[in-house]
């Protein structure tokens, strides 16, 4: 069945940087865009940016401009995001999803329907 | 303070019907023009789509699950309530004004 199955889990120290992978399986990779999200312990969910290699477009939450990577790697179908310089307040659970629909090209109007099992990264000095 | 606004909590019990609302937090956000959607994460687990483009169901998604909105706001609802359906609930939309996915704060539901 169609999935996605991320790396593990993280601790980094302040100022360092973290890539976490999502490896996608049972469905053409580069036809479905994928988003990033992230969960802090106890909070609400973020939308980090997404990433299609339908178009090649992606879009990063202003939050994380200058700061988060997306790429992907079509040959073994998994999705990267890279978070740099690292802060206490980026300890989270990070999930990517992968859209709900094929051909999107820009983020907007896609919906978060294949999830993966979320990455716990913990930024502690 | 995110744009949408939940309220942080919702009861029922089981066979009722509840619907757990999310508004714009200022007066000039207009749900008219937006499609919203809906997430559900069980205690300990991803997120699941629950709704999308305001009362869409995704396959699997039973319709006991429903999705409306107005000028101002969007609801969930939930009818026959069941003790699985104790979970957060998440409503979201595509900010035009920021080019980025906003979510609304989030509401615990608890099945009495």
């Known amino acids: 069945q169609v999935q996605l199955v991320q790396s593990g889990a993280e601790v980094k120290k302040p100022g360092a940087s973290v890539k976490v992978s999502c490896k996608a399986s049972?469905?053409?990779?580069?036809?479905?865009?994928i988003s990033w999200l992230r969960q802090a312990p106890g909070q609400g969910l973020e939308w980090m940016g997404w990433i299609t290699d339908y178009n090649g477009n992606i879009n990063y939450a202003q939050k994380f401009q200058g700061r988060v990577t997306m790429t992907t790697d079509t040959s073994t179908s998994t999705a990267y995001m890279e978070l740099r310089n690292l802060r206490s307040d980026d300890t989270a659970v990070y999930y990517c999803?992968?859209?709900?629909?094929?051909?999107?090209?820009?983020?907007?109007?896609?919906?978060?329907?294949?999830w993966g099992q979320g990455t716990m990264v913990r930024v502690s000095s | 303070q995110s744009v949408l606004t939940q309220p942080p909590s919702a009861s029922g019990t089981p066979g009722q019907r509840v619907t757990i609302s999310c508004s714009g937090s200022?007066?000039?956000?207009?749900?008219?023009?937006?499609?919203v959607y809906w997430y559900q994460q069980l205690p300990g687990t991803a997120p699941k789509l629950l709704m999308y483009r305001h009362n869409q169901r995704p396959s699997g998604v039973p319709d006991r699950f429903s999705g409306s909105k107005s000028g101002t706001s969007a609801s969930l609802a939930i009818s026959g309530l069941r003790p699985e359906d104790e979970a957060d609930y998440y409503c979201a939309i595509w900010d035009d004004s920021l080019s980025e996915w906003v979510f609304g704060g989030g509401t615990q539901l608890t099945v009495l």
């Open positions: 049972a469905y053409i990779f580069d036809t479905y865009g």
């Open positions: 999803a992968r859209d709900l629909e094929k051909y999107y090209g820009s983020a907007s109007g896609v919906a978060f329907h294949i």
């Open positions: 200022s007066s000039k956000f207009d749900f008219g023009s937006k499609f």
